[in-house]
């Protein structure tokens, strides 16, 4: 018989065979006869090669390894795909993204992405994926198994990939780069939003007091600053911060440590948020401004301390002689005051003052400034509250009485 050949037909489905004891086979599999059964649990084949290939995968048989890297297979068909992964051959297209893979169920799996089939969902809190292998790792999650771990510093990841990102922070790698203002990034994905940042995209947005938010995590942390929800707390003064990194910053200010450098005076600070203001200060950019005075400030918080003294709040109150104070920061030179803490002290003659203004009004003293004068015959003052005293005189004001009758 010729080669090619095919000359025995098949009546149901047309196909043909070029012998007839294949098309015997074949009918069978129209009967639905299966006479070769799995001896392990009771699976049959129609033909002996299928039940040989069965009987390979439950018993762990790997006959089929791979030249290039050892890895053996049960079925040639496993090997055949891995070969084209090292061959770096992706015969199978997506017609919407024109991404390539090596396998056809990779394939499907990822236009199910595309129509956002997602038919393996977790038991436990019902969270649906595309891939079976994802749910896997997910319930990882929940079950707390952590297999991948960090060699460097010992942290241990469920998933692969996410200790290779892990990876990348110790190393210092950075490959993805921003194109309008260089920034760089260890991930793809965190290049994608600092891209939304540039192009003003806040698609999180808060339904309590409508910020919007360029991801959805940071949307998150700021509803639990709603709900008054701080589960970062420090060990050494009991300070609860509703982020980690808050918490991390705050534990640097206990360890002293200033990374963040002024290239003009050379103060530090422990947050890269404060240098700025501080840059700002340098730069005599002051964005706040007093609606009443119109005295503008370099931070926010700064204006909200100066609205204080229009209102008259008043709600630091010294505990010792029940004085209040507008600001925290007068409250404590006040409580160092009935400390007898003098920390600011005169190079000339050694009297130390609890404020630096006053060590400063002291030194014009030493050098004969006066920048305090008298209105009606000019005679000047280094001190306001001496010009006041003065003026007083003036005034036939008598602030100064007897107590005894």
């Known amino acids: 018989m010729n080669a090619g050949i095919k000359n025995v037909e098949s009546d149901i489905c047309g196909k043909s065979f070029t012998q007839k004891g294949t098309l015997e086979r074949h009918m069978d599999v129209h ?75 990779h394939l499907k799996s990822h236009m199910d992405m595309h129509a956002g089939i997602k038919n393996h969902t977790c038991a436990i809190c019902g969270k649906a994926f595309i891939r079976k292998n994802h749910l896997k790792l997910h319930m990882d999650m929940h079950a707390g198994i952590k297999n991948h771990k960090c ?49 003003g995209i806040h698609n999180s947005e808060c339904e309590v007091c409508g910020k919007a938010f360029t991801r959805k995590s940071h949307l998150k942390l700021h509803m639990e600053m709603h709900a008054g929800i701080r589960n970062h707390v420090c060990d050494i003064c009991g300070k609860a911060f509703t982020r980690r990194g808050t918490l991390n910053l705050h ?23 404060f240098l700025k203001l501080h840059m700002d200060k340098h730069a005599g950019i002051k964005n706040h401004v007093c609606d009443i005075c119109g005295k503008a400030f370099t931070r926010k918080s700064c204006l909200n301390r100066h609205m204080n003294i229009h209102t008259g709040i008043k709600n630091h109150i010294c505990d010792i002689c029940g004085k209040a104070f507008t600001e925290k920061g007068t409250l404590k030179l006040h409580m ?33 400034i006066k920048n305090h004068g008298c209105d009606i015959f000019g005679k000047a003052f280094t001190l306001k509250g001496n010009l006041n005293h003065h003026m007083a005189v003036h005034a036939g004001t008598k602030i100064h009485y007897c107590d005894v009758p």
């Not at 110790?170 to 965190?190: L, R």
């Not at 002293?256 to 600070?269: D, M, Q, T, V």
């Not at 600011?344 to 130390?352: E, F, L, P, T, Y």
């Open 251 to 273: 534990m640097d200010k206990h360890a002293g440590i200033k990374n963040h450098k002024c290239a003009i005076c050379g103060k530090a600070f422990t947050e890269k948020g």
């Open 151 to 199: 060699a460097i510093c010992g942290k241990a990841f469920t998933e692969k990939g996410t200790l290779k990102r892990h990876i990348h922070m110790h190393t210092g790698t950075k490959n993805h780069e921003c194109d309008v203002c260089g920034k760089a990034f260890t991930q793809k994905g965190t290049l994608k939003l600092h891209m939304d940042v540039h192009a």
């Open 336 to 368: 160092d005051m009935h400390a007898g803490i003098r920390n600011h002290v005169c190079d000339i003659c050694g009297k130390a003052f609890t404020r630096k203004r006053h060590l400063k009004q002291h030194m014009d003293m030493h050098v004969c």
């Open 31 to 105: 009967a639905g006869i299966n006479n070769r059964e799995c001896d392990l649990h009771g699976e049959a084949f129609t033909r002996k090669g299928h039940l040989k290939r069965h009987m390979d995968t439950d018993t762990g048989i790997n006959n089929h390894e791979c030249d290039v890297c050892g890895k053996s297979f049960t079925k040639k068909p496993y090997l055949k795909s891995h070969m084209d992964m090292h061959a770096g051959i992706k015969n199978h297209t997506c017609a919407i993204c024109g991404k390539a893979f090596i396998r056809k169920n």
